[in-house]
């Protein structure tokens, strides 16, 4: 158990629709990381949050969404959703940003879109 | 990022140590070495990583060359649970992780 939780942990909707996926840091980290997986792609990264503050970007399509709140936990918004957006989506967590600290991965939300 | 290659697959028997090779020969001198291990569908999982002296934990060894060219992740008493894709990361910035195909270490009885 690496202490990052993620909700849910299945999600089953169809193409068009728009889908929250929420993450729990570990206690005391700081900075949160979202990662997609798909069968053709592996494991991707999307976006790094801060202390609630954006501060890296990866190949996140316009149509994907994050942030971080308050109480340091992060939502992942999928919006328009097509089939090829069906994958894992991971959650990462590390204590700093910037410096060599290890991300501590959640058990993931396994998105399937008919 | 500097580019990792790593052997595709590899076999061990439970028991015996596994050693996974990366070669990481255009790593640049603040470029950490990490390593991370995917079971089946799970999250990936930290496993440990270093700059320039070997590293030890609770799970692993890492041994780093001298000239930073390339690195051993040795698991010293392999179990079928060690089965899973284990990868190499020489990370610019630590802050966006690229993964690549990694190695296939399967574990047998």
């Known amino acids: 158990d690496s202490g990052v939780t993620q909700t849910p942990k299945h999600l089953i909707t169809a193409t068009g629709q728009r889908v929250t996926l929420r993450c729990s840091p570990r206690?005391?980290?700081?900075?949160v990381y979202w990662y997609q997986q798909s069968l053709d792609q592996g494991l991707q990264f999307l976006i790094q949050?801060?202390?609630?503050?954006?501060?890296a970007k990866g190949n996140i399509l316009e149509r994907f969404s994050a942030q971080q709140f308050p109480d340091l936990h992060s939502e992942l918004n999928l919006s328009s959703l097509e089939l090829g957006d069906s994958a894992l989506y991971f959650c990462?967590?590390?204590?700093?940003?910037?410096?060599?600290?290890?991300?501590?991965f959640g058990p993931g939300t396994r998105l399937t879109v008919t | 990022d500097a580019k990792t290659t790593q052997p595709t697959s590899m076999d061990c028997a439970e028991g015996r140590a596994a050693n996974l090779p990366c070669n990481h020969s255009?790593?640049?001198?603040?470029?950490?070495v990490y390593w991370y291990r995917q079971i089946h569908s799970q999250g990936p999982q930290y496993i440990i990583h270093?700059?320039?002296n070997n590293e030890t934990n609770e799970m692993a060894s890492l041994i780093i060359t001298e000239d930073r060219k390339s690195s051993t992740l040795i698991l010293p008493h392999a179990t079928l649970r060690d089965t899973a894709v284990y990868y190499c990361?020489?990370?610019?910035?630590?802050?966006?992780?690229?993964f690549g195909t990694g190695t296939r270490l399967q574990v047998f009885p």
């Open positions: 206690s005391g980290d700081l900075s």
């Open positions: 255009t790593i640049s001198g603040n470029e950490y």
């Open positions: 990361i020489a990370p610019l910035n630590t802050d966006k992780l690229i």
């Open positions: 270093g700059l320039k």
């Open positions: 990462a967590s590390s204590v700093g940003a910037g410096v060599p600290y290890e991300q501590y």
């Open positions: 949050y801060y202390n609630g503050e954006e501060r």
